[in-house]
């Protein structure tokens, strides 16, 4: 298997994306008290595997496509920023099952919308063909 065949699939690019995602968001959360800065993060993971399908596959990258690279990657990053916080931040949160089902629900919420946002502005950005 090649590089591009690796990237150019949503599955394999999203779990790429998603854990380089989720170190970063470890590495801004031990690093900042600022909330707000988990945010840069999100963005440029989304915008980077949404970028990395519509350019390896220049001739017939969907619009579906896009879509699950950048839904895969926000959730992983999100889950493992999620698990790094229950055990080693706040081990004793006292989250019940329910409670931790709607969060993931809002994580992957949060993941439709940003994915369907970068997505479509994707999509439709022309580009130069050489």
Do not use: E
Request: aromatic share 16%; proline share 2%.
């Amino acid at each position: 298997m090649t590089v591009q065949t690796f990237f150019s699939k949503p599955g394999s690019n999203g779990i790429f994306w998603g854990l380089i995602g989720g170190v970063s968001l470890i590495v801004v959360t031990s690093l900042s008290k600022n909330g707000y800065l988990q945010i840069a993060p999100y963005f440029f993971i989304l915008c980077a595997s949404i970028l990395t399908i519509k350019y390896i596959n220049k001739s017939n990258a969907d619009f579906m496509d896009l879509f699950k690279s950048g839904l895969f990657a926000f959730i992983i990053s999100s889950v493992i920023l999620y698990i790094y916080v229950l055990t080693l931040i706040n081990p004793d949160s006292g989250i019940t099952s329910l409670g931790h089902l709607w969060r993931f629900g809002v994580i992957v919420l949060m993941g439709l919308i940003g994915s369907t946002i970068i997505s479509y502005l994707a999509k439709s950005v022309r580009y130069f063909s050489t």
